[in-house]
């Protein structure tokens, strides 16, 4: 039993900020929201977006109407891009300042949030760059509101302090994330109907996301119960319903518990923290910002599992159950768990290498010196449940190529 493997002598936190509305219809509460934000006198926002989801989700057009209506005057930035680059999260500061932004609503799936969460910053610290935030040369103590409008179900920046942002400006090749309390989203809307035209591979992509969250939530050195609880039900879930929303991207059902999978998974590595499977793929997709960030996961999982599994046994037997049946919790099964997962991926339609994508042994030296680099990654290597040597980051990725 993993509740045996719990150190109850250890004092956990556990959060939890967020109002997270859940739910078919779920944008309507953009109104109440509105009128609130007026209500409060902020009467300018920021809308940060990528470049059609916002409209093509159905969720535009609720908002536009509830800002207009509460007549509070907006500027759209829609050129966030799959894993955002600090210069454009510069411009859309710009944009926010020009106009005296009191609040910002991010619409979107990871990358427009967690853009959001990094202008609501920004604009209170005109005299700083974006890359400044992520490579940690200063502090905030202040942040705009957020409000988080949900567009996939995966992410988890809907319902968390998180927030990655790429710097890539000089040479410099770094995927960094903060966490602040402030960058908490005052409100987060998840509805499911948002999510109905997402595309397969993004369903997919996002829903593995979610499970990656969980496996190193529930797996760190500093988690608790309250994560391993909800990691149990984050993978029951996906394993359910993911293959209902690949064969029918209109399944509501489907799209409700995989989103709410996605905010559940998003708090328990709010409290648990991440490890390996992040510390490793951030670097893939700082060399290659075109690749998916749950492609990415998926391809490192396995070898991550493989590795890991002997400290966490019980833990892990317990929560990969639904997608690798049979696992006892014996320390030896590492390898037996790895395979499952991969089984798993290839029954989604993940039939990838890192080789596939054009990594290669020459690589490696490369990617261990960013994952042991690049601001805040080594906060997470820290958290893994085995000492994250140099030669233990090398060993997955080489055994993912």
């Known amino acids: 039993m993993w509740k045996k493997t719990m150190p109850i002598r250890e004092v956990r936190e556990i959060r939890g900020k967020t109002s997270v ?214 993978v029951d879930l996906v394993s359910e319903y993911l293959p209902r929303a690949i064969e029918n991207g209109k399944d509501l059902e489907a799209r409700y518990y995989l989103v709410y999978a996605s905010s559940i998974a998003g708090i328990a590595f709010d409290n648990g923290m991440l490890h390996l499977t992040h510390a490793l793929e951030h670097p893939l997709s700082a060399i290659k910002p075109d690749l998916a960030h749950g492609l990415g996961l998926a391809l490192l999982l396995p070898a991550v599992v493989k590795n890991i599994y002997k400290a966490r046994a019980a833990v892990l037997a317990e929560v990969l159950a639904p997608i690798v049946p049979g696992l006892k919790g014996d320390e030896d099964e590492g390898e037996k768990a790895g395979d499952g997962i991969r089984k798993w991926l290839k029954s989604l339609g993940i039939n990838e290498t890192l080789s596939d994508l054009g990594f290669k042994e020459e690589n490696i030296e490369r990617l261990v010196e960013l994952a042991f680099n690049t601001p805040s990654l080594g906060l997470l290597l820290n958290c893994s449940p085995i000492e994250a040597t140099k030669e233990v980051v090398a060993k997955i990725y080489r055994e993912s190529l």
């Open 21 to 234: 509305f859940l739910g078919t219809g779920a944008i309507e509460k953009i109104f109440d929201i509105a009128k609130e934000l007026k209500e409060k006198s902020i009467d300018k926002v920021a809308i940060v977006t990528g470049k059609s989801s916002y409209k093509r989700s159905g969720a535009w057009e609720p908002i536009e109407k509830a800002l207009k209506e509460n007549n509070i005057e907006y500027i759209l930035y829609n050129g966030i891009t799959p894993n955002p680059q600090s210069g454009h999260v510069d411009e859309a500061t710009k944009k926010a300042i020009d106009l005296g932004a009191k609040a910002v609503i991010g619409i979107g799936g990871g990358s427009p949030i967690d853009a959001a969460k990094s202008v609501a910053i920004m604009t209170l610290y005109p005299e700083y760059t974006t890359a400044d935030l992520y490579e940690y040369k200063f502090t905030p103590k202040k942040a705009l509101p957020v409000i988080a409008i949900n567009t996939t179900h995966g992410t988890g920046t809907e319902a968390d302090r998180f927030a990655v942002v790429s710097v890539l400006e000089e040479g410099k090749e770094y995927k960094p994330a903060i966490a602040y309390d402030l960058s908490y989203p005052m409100y987060s809307i998840n509805d499911p109907k948002l999510m109905l035209s997402l595309p397969q591979k993004q369903t997919v992509f996002t829903s593995v996301d979610a499970v990656n969250h969980v496996v190193e939530a529930c797996t760190t050195n500093v988690s608790s119960p309250y994560c391993v609880l909800l990691a149990k039900e984050t």
